[in-house]
Structure formats: structure tokens, C-alpha cells
Nanobody
């Protein structure tokens, strides 16, 4: 029903930047989008949220990402972009796009992308 495709991961040196994109497509018209967020998961660690953007454009970041990461949405292209600056080796992991929406007024769903690898080297 909803597919998310992430792109933009890769290898970067510490202090560098990466831009991740998440494009979502739907096989049916949806009632409303609630929010889109990005998560990451490093080996042996729990998945953690790194950025969120609401349908209204509000954003939220955990402390480790605030000031370094930016998230924005292109409505026309159904794309959400995560801009990551001043990357550190601790930012390495698989980054996942996640979407929370209403298929109908009473049918709330969430979908995940396949993930994209981010590796930050010293």
C-alpha cells in the first residue's frame, strides 16, 4: 500500500556530511499523513529515532542530533530528506525511514523503508 525507498547512505569521514532521502509512494489515496521520521540502528544496539517531521512541518530531534541534523519535506515529490552534518563514528548504522499515516479516517498505519547504511570513519 505504501512503499518507502531510502537513498543517500554511504561512507564518510568524521566531520563530514551526508544527505539521506526517503521517497514514499502509495497505491491508493491516503486520508492523511501524520509524520515521517528517521531511525537508526547500530550493531548490538536498539533502534533509535534521529529526526521527525510532522505533516504541518514541525520537527523534533533527540539531543545527539539537534544542531547537526536537519529534516525537511518536499510535498510535491513525497520526499523527506535528512541532512546530517558534523558526523561522528557513533552516527554509523543503518538508517530507516518510517511513516505514520491514516489510510482512512480510522485506519492508522505505519510503514518502514528497507534501510540505508551510513558509515562514518575516523
Amino acid at each position: 500500500q505504501v512503499q518507502l525507498v531510502e537513498s543517500g547512505g554511504g561512507l564518510v569521514q568524521a566531520g563530514g556530511s551526508l544527505t539521506l532521502s526517503c521517497t514514499y509512494t502509495t497505491s491508493q489515496e491516503i486520508y492523511a499523513l501524520n509524520f515521517v521520521d528517521w531511525y537508526r540502528q547500530a550493531p548490538g544496539k536498539q533502534r533509535e529515532q534521529v529526526a521527525l517531521i510532522t505533516a504541518g512541518g514541525g520537527t523534533n530531534f533527540p539531543n545527539f542530533a539537534r544542531g547537526r541534523f536537519t529534516i525537511y519535506r518536499d510535498h510535491g515529490k513525497n520526499t523527506v530528506t535528512l541532512q546530517m552534518n558534523s558526523l561522528e563514528p557513533e552516527d554509523s548504522g543503518v538508517y530507516y525511514c518510517h511513516i505514520d499515516l491514516l489510510l482512512t479516517m480510522s485506519d492508522r498505519r505505519e510503514f518502514w523503508g528497507q534501510g540505508t547504511q551510513v558509515t562514518v570513519s575516523l
